[in-house]
């Protein structure tokens, strides 16, 4: 059974661009959650999605926005970034019933 | 969800049981304790958790005291791959965690 992948697992933009990050569950999950993880505040929740539609969601600014497709893929867009947007960034999905699933996360490094 | 304070960081000699202790005093009667772990430059990974009674799986044991104010998470043979960040999380799911709050989490070193 694959597990949860996210792509791509390294990226390097500039401020004030925009960056697209992608994640596919485990086959049959259908909520997918994005944290965010950075040496100075630790893991913290951005937001989840469940069947399309955002049912959680952290203490980010709106630049930090997400969907899930039909087939339950996420994607999360970080828009305008700034310096201290540089983070790991980590993709879960889940179902009742089944503990999180965590990617092995996205490494975003704006200069 | 409940806010919890683990230790900074431990040391733990190979194949001895590591006991990471966890404080969780202001949990609420429906809130589980929840441990995952997260191996350098991966992402965390679910070991167990429990509501009142101890668990064991094949990864860990789980003791969590009468009062549900404290626990134990217990790796009873301790190797050179558990050494990780260990969260402990309070959480009102019994599985399906789509919304995790992790705390700084316990540093854990095996020593060989």
């Known amino acids: 059974k694959a597990g949860v992948t996210q792509t791509p697992r390294y990226l390097i933009k500039t401020r004030g661009q925009q960056v697209t990050l992608s994640c596919s569950p485990i086959?049959?999950?259908?909520?997918v959650s994005w944290y965010q993880q950075t040496p100075g505040q630790g893991l913290q929740f951005l937001f989840e999605?469940?069947?399309?539609?955002?049912?959680n969601k952290g203490n980010f600014p709106g630049r930090f926005s997400g969907r899930q497709f039909s087939n339950s893929r996420s994607e999360m867009n970080v828009s305008t970034l700034e310096l201290g947007d540089s983070a790991l960034y980590l993709c879960?999905?889940?179902?009742?019933?089944?503990?999180?699933?965590f990617g092995q996360g996205t490494r975003l490094t704006v200069v | 969800d409940a806010k919890t304070t683990q230790p900074t960081s431990m040391d733990c000699a190979e194949g001895r049981a590591a006991n990471l202790p966890c404080n969780h005093s202001?949990?609420?009667?429906?809130?589980?304790v929840y441990w995952y772990r997260q191996i350098h430059s991966q992402g965390p990974q679910y070991i167990i958790h429990?509501?009142?009674n101890n668990e064991t799986n094949e990864m860990a044991s789980l003791i969590i005291t009468e009062d549900r104010k404290s626990s134990t998470l217990i790796l009873p043979h301790a190797t050179l791959r558990d050494t990780a960040v260990y969260y402990c999380?309070?959480?009102?799911?019994?599985?399906?965690?789509?919304?995790?709050?992790f705390g700084t989490g316990t540093r854990l070193t095996i020593i060989p």
């Open positions: 999605y469940f069947s399309e539609t955002q049912r």
């Open positions: 879960a999905s889940s179902t009742q019933g089944v503990s999180a699933f």
């Open positions: 202001t949990i609420s009667g429906n809130e589980y």
């Open positions: 999380i309070g959480d009102i799911s019994n599985f399906g965690n789509e919304k995790l709050t």
């Open positions: 086959s049959g999950h259908r909520s």
């Open positions: 429990g509501l009142k």
